[in-house]
């Protein structure tokens, strides 16, 4: 059984930046889309950044060089470093991923993805 493990959240000043990681275990990363989520307080959770598996990324439009999604082959990961954090940036931050082998084509639903994390919690002072 597929398994992802979200870690690096925390509470942080507005301009600094974050790196989460997204483990992926039971499976290989690289078989897999796997896309970032952000639940905001209130808000419906959504995609800011998926992976594919050949690595090419897609983001939500107005995130576009603060987000930035990464492969790491050997760790069997993803990471997601989001520079000049702000306070609207707060929220809880999901991996999923899609089914096997299955490519994203750009950003997805939730309803897209069968495997969740467990989320990682990061809060943006101002």
């Known amino acids: 059984e597929l398994r992802l493990v979200e870690s690096g959240g925390g509470s942080v000043q507005s301009g600094d930046s974050l790196v989460l990681s997204c483990e992926v275990s039971?499976?290989?990363?690289?078989?897999?889309?796997i896309q970032w989520f952000r639940e905001a307080p209130g808000k419906e959770r959504e995609g800011v950044a998926v992976?594919?598996?050949?690595?090419?990324?897609y983001y939500m439009d107005s995130l576009k060089g603060r987000f930035i999604v990464s492969r790491h082959v050997g760790k069997n990961e993803l990471s997601l470093q989001i520079n000049s954090l702000r306070p609207d940036d707060t929220g809880i931050y999901y991996c999923?991923?899609?089914?096997?082998?299955?490519?994203?084509?750009?950003?997805?639903?939730?309803?897209?993805?069968?495997?969740w994390g467990a989320g990682t919690q990061v809060t943006v002072s101002s």
């Open positions: 999923a991923a899609g089914a096997w082998r299955q490519s994203c084509g750009g950003l997805k639903s939730r309803t897209f993805f069968t495997h």
């Open positions: 992976s594919e598996r050949n690595d090419k990324q």
């Open positions: 039971g499976g290989a990363a690289a078989d897999y889309c």
